[in-house]
């Protein structure tokens, strides 16, 4: 199998964890953003990673490469259990398509700001030496272009302040029964799903690539991580990263 991917994005990262769970080997095939066009050209009409190539298959999004791998799993594993399916699939969505949007505008907003050197120490790992070679050149030009990509704004990042609070009030609602985990005693996508979607503002150590700590963070970032991580979802994610990431 191989795995196209950016490395730092925490929609990579949920198919690498993926791929961790169902014991896949792989390779993993990292490009610079914006490089990773020109990798994904002709197998995803988007342009957007990740991207799965398992054989003849070639699978594009991170949930449909969970459901891909979950085909290939025992039901004691399965990420989608037939009985809790529905709802597994409704939190996945709601953290992809909310929380995921909004904590990757927040640490774009943030990281942005710092020098080249220091972005490309964590956005760099595992990719082409030329494309390591060539983006400081490029980066105010890649800097421009993604914050319109992204609509990165301080207006936006403020708004989405309160979309990053609700889904982590929600998870601890959620977990304030007891359960170990979304939807109860066993890990599932939904539980994945949130945990790689709140990486951001967490900077989880188990992460599939070398994160900043904490205190290796913008210092515009370092008072959000700390609030993030002493709120009872970010802890959840930061338990499931320490306890289910391999």
Known sequence: MRLITIPMSHYCEKARWGLSWAGQEYLEQAHLQVFHYAAVRGLNADGMVPVL?????????????????????????????????????????????????ETRRWVYYHWLKVPVREVLRTAAQGTPPWQRALA????????????????ITPA??????????????????????GRAYLTGERFTAADLSFACMAAPVLLPP???????????????AQADIRRYRAHPAGAFALRLFRECRR
């Open 53 to 101: 190539i398992d054989g003849p298959e070639v699978v594009a999004d991170s949930s449909a490469i969970l459901r891909h791998l979950d085909a290939t799993l025992p039901p004691a594993r399965q990420l989608y259990p037939a009985p809790l399916a529905a709802a597994i699939t409704a939190l996945e969505e709601d953290f992809d398509e909310a929380l995921g949007v």
């Open 206 to 220: 188990e992460y599939g690539i070398r994160l900043p700590t904490p205190d290796q963070a913008p210092a515009s």
């Open 156 to 177: 936006n990042v403020q708004a989405g302040r309160p979309v990053i609070e609700a889904a982590f009030d929600r998870v601890a609602r959620q977990l304030a029964d």
């Open 136 to 151: 400081p050149l490029v980066f105010p030009l890649f800097r421009a272009w993604l914050s319109r990509h992204l609509a």
